[in-house]
């Protein structure tokens, strides 16, 4: 029988001899593996489609999966669950994210340009102002950037939430029921806005210029922000400066994201040149950010939306000073 410490001298005499890998590479570490939850707009989907993060992550051992989601609420609810650990959203979904109890943490911010929104109906639609929506079906995808926005306008004509009949809609679905004439008005973001604006039988009644501060986060999972925070750093930084690079070269830019997303090169431009458009603004997160959000959180709740009061300084991640 080859005891314990036979065994040991063994595999020692063998490393030594060149017999053996050594344990340093026959235990290597594991990669790292990094998912990344998208949607076809902005910064992040720019660096998928340039290999940017892959490039800047390649010395750490790290490992990239891509999944897309069409809205943030689905987004965050997989990064909530750990299914995702990085992903950008607007500045409703992480509202509900929190009340639901996901495990997740505000960890940078983008700005979206002012009209990054639109509020839509038919060219021939009687309505013809915010107020003429009284009693009408207005569509939006509930949790998202756009429910806050439905709201804001509605108040800016005088008018509260129970004064329309809301229809929560995913973008793909509420763009249906708007071709189909099912619903009178659609409340919803870029790059869907602006391809729905395109259509010559669409009318915008209104912007979120004026109506909405333009406020974008990214958020990660919590145990994953804990476990990595080098890697959050990095890809914040990273994220910025392809931002910075994107904004200086319009048309190239404009060409990446339109073969990425397979919106329309000339529906693009209109997205990246909109007003305060500026892919460049990627940061940590500010206290201008928090107070932002926690309006935006107290406002929901007084509207009844959210069922209890949220301290959004809770789950706001600062990078600790290198």
């Known amino acids: 029988m080859v005891t314990r410490r036979q065994t040991l001298s063994l595999i020692g005499a063998s490393v030594a001899a060149g017999l053996l890998p050594t344990f340093q590479t026959a235990f290597a570490a594991e990669p790292v593996k990094l998912r990344i939850g998208w949607q076809k707009f902005g910064v992040l989907a720019l660096a998928k489609q340039t290999g940017a993060l892959e490039k800047r992550l390649s010395g750490k051992n790290v490992e990239?999966?891509?999944?897309?989601?069409?809205?943030?609420?689905?987004?965050?609810?997989?990064?909530?669950?750990?299914?995702?650990?990085?992903?950008?959203?607007?500045?409703?979904?992480?509202?509900?994210a929190q009340t639901a109890g996901g495990n997740l943490l505000y960890v940078g911010t983008y700005r979206p340009?002012?009209?990054?929104?639109?509020?839509?109906?038919?060219?021939?639609?009687?309505?013809?102002?915010?107020?003429?929506?009284?009693g009408k079906k207005v569509a939006y995808k509930r949790g998202s950037s756009a429910h806050a926005f439905a709201f804001k306008a509605l108040a800016k004509a005088g008018l509260t939430p129970d004064d329309v009949e809301s229809v929560d809609l995913p973008p793909p679905d509420a763009g249906a029921a708007f071709k189909n004439g099912s619903i009178d008005a659609w409340s919803i973001w870029d790059p869907f806005y602006a391809v729905?604006?395109?259509?010559?039988?669409?009318?915008?009644?209104?912007?979120?210029?004026?109506?909405?501060?333009?406020?974008?986060?990214?958020?990660?999972?919590?145990?994953?922000?804990?476990?990595?925070?080098d890697i959050v750093v990095d890809l914040l930084d990273e994220l910025a400066k392809v931002g910075a690079a994107a904004q200086?070269?319009?048309?190239?830019?404009?060409?990446?994201?339109?073969?990425?997303?397979?919106?329309?090169?000339?529906i693009t431009r209109v997205t990246l040149t909109r007003t305060g458009s500026d892919l460049g603004l990627v940061a940590t997160v500010s206290d201008e950010a928090v107070n932002h959000q926690q309006?935006?959180?107290?406002?929901f709740h007084a509207w009844g939306v959210l069922p209890k009061k949220l301290t959004i300084s809770d789950i706001v991640w600062r990078p600790k000073a290198s």
């Open 64 to 96: 990239i999966e891509w999944a897309e989601f069409n809205s943030g609420p689905p987004l965050l609810e997989a990064l909530g669950a750990g299914a995702v650990d990085f992903g950008p959203t607007g500045d409703v979904p992480p509202l509900f």
């Open 113 to 134: 340009p002012a009209g990054f929104h639109g509020i839509l109906v038919k060219k021939d639609s009687p309505i013809q102002t915010l107020a003429d929506l009284k």
């Open 196 to 229: 729905a604006e395109a259509d010559p039988d669409t009318r915008v009644l209104t912007t979120s210029e004026g109506i909405v501060d333009a406020w974008g986060f990214f958020l990660g999972n919590g145990d994953f922000v804990a476990a990595h925070p």
């Open 248 to 266: 200086k070269d319009i048309d190239g830019t404009t060409k990446a994201l339109s073969d990425l997303t397979g919106v329309k090169p000339e």
């Open 295 to 299: 309006q935006l959180a107290d406002d």
